[in-house]
């Protein structure tokens, strides 16, 4: 059974930049793809990464694509997502999300519950 905890999200001006923890535990992390997704008010969950378990390879959505940095902690306990240059847009729940099979996306197996990040001035 993994568990996934996610933390981190709090209140940020436009133009900065956040981290945001997910802390594993129950289970080998390198058996799961996992995935940052987050849903913005009235809108429905979306994909921002995907580490690939089979090959190790990190993908963004293009709305994030040079802004966020997604990785694993060399403890394989945790995994990681750095933001930068942050707008209203990113505002969200953010939630982390593991896939034994190495799906990812909104029917993934294992989820946290979520951390909520605001983007404002």
């Known amino acids: 059974q993994l568990q996934l905890v996610e933390s981190g999200g709090g209140l940020v001006q436009p133009g900065g930049s956040l981290s945001l923890s997910c802390g594993v535990s129950?289970?080998?992390?390198?058996?799961?793809?996992i995935a940052w997704l987050r849903q913005a008010p009235g809108k429905e969950r979306e994909l921002v990464s995907c580490?690939?378990?089979?090959?190790?390879?990190?993908t963004y959505a293009d709305s994030v694509k040079g802004r966020f940095t997604a990785s694993r902690g060399n403890a394989k306990n945790a995994v990681y997502l750095r933001m930068n240059n942050l707008n209203p847009d990113d505002t969200g729940v953010y939630y982390c999300?593991?896939?034994?099979?190495?799906?990812?996306?909104?029917?993934?197996?294992?989820w946290g519950k979520g951390t909520l990040v605001t983007v404002s001035s």
């Open positions: 129950g289970d080998t992390l390198d058996y799961y793809s």
């Open positions: 580490l690939d378990k089979f090959d190790g390879a990190i």
């Open positions: 999300a593991g896939d034994q099979y190495g799906w990812c996306g909104g029917d993934m197996y294992y």
